[in-house]
């Protein structure tokens, strides 16, 4: 009789990710830098967040970003204008980032000169959810036309999310099914430690508790 004790496939793999993503951790900590990884639909505005972010600590706090696209290096182009190292990691037909891409990407840049390392994740509120990257934080994107039941129909990445940050509220008149607190209150009751923040990026309004945020971040914790 064959002993030979089998591991499904996927298992194996999703383990190799997790213990690739440890030592992304422990090489992110040894270098003393927070990392942040932005999660959410395409067009939600992550790279406009991050952008707005960038400008708003310029002289305060050296960032970096990895930025993770099916294809193209339009959103990298965006960060490098603004005089900010950026690494591109271009997926080809894949809907996530995963720890051995980090690793890759980690390789070629200058942890050390780095306090915060932004990840935009691709465009997705399914796949990217189930890959630890090594990231300190997770934060969901949730744009104001999107609809504020994405946190009922996505529960995954709200469960394992650490900040919401709600986008376009410059456009919350056109879209009176939305509120704030509606979509607040489904992100809490999916994970209740969930921090939550609400930026209307085209006019660089309201960006004061994200940006503290930000700046107070600490390395996680994790029990
Ligand atoms: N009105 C409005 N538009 C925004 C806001 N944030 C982003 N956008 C626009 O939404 C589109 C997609 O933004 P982008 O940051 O590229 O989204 P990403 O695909 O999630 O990275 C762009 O045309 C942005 O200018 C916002 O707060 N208000
Ligand atoms: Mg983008």
């Not at 994970?191 to 309004?205: C, D, G, H, M, Y």
């Amino acid at each position: 009789m064959n002993k030979t004790k089998k591991i499904p496939v996927l298992e194996r793999v999703a383990k190799i990710n997790e213990q690739i993503a440890d030592e992304n951790r422990a090489l992110l900590r040894a270098n003393n830098l927070i990392c942040i990884n932005i999660m959410g639909s395409p067009g939600g505005g992550k790279t406009t967040l991050i952008e707005n972010t960038i400008i708003r600590l310029q002289g305060e706090k050296k960032i970096a970003v990895i930025e993770g696209d099916l294809a193209t290096t339009i959103d990298a182009e965006r960060i490098m204008a603004l005089g900010v190292d950026v690494l591109q990691i271009n997926t080809g037909g894949m809907c996530h980032l995963d720890a051995p891409l980090i690793r890759n990407a980690l390789k070629k840049m200058d942890l050390s000169s780095i306090d915060i390392l932004f990840i935009e994740n691709v465009g997705n509120l399914v796949c990217p959810s189930s890959h630890d990257l090594g990231e300190d934080y997770r934060v969901i994107i949730a744009s104001v036309p999107e609809g504020p039941h994405k946190p009922k129909k996505y529960p995954v990445i709200y469960k394992e999310a650490d900040v919401v940050v709600i986008t376009k509220a410059d456009l919350l008149e056109y879209f009176p099914d939305f509120t704030e607190k509606i979509l607040f209150n489904h992100a809490k009751e999916i994970q209740p430690e969930i921090l939550t923040f609400s930026v209307a990026l085209k006019r660089n309004e309201s960006m004061d508790e994200w940006i503290n945020w930000v700046k107070s971040v600490k390395p996680k914790i994790r029990e």
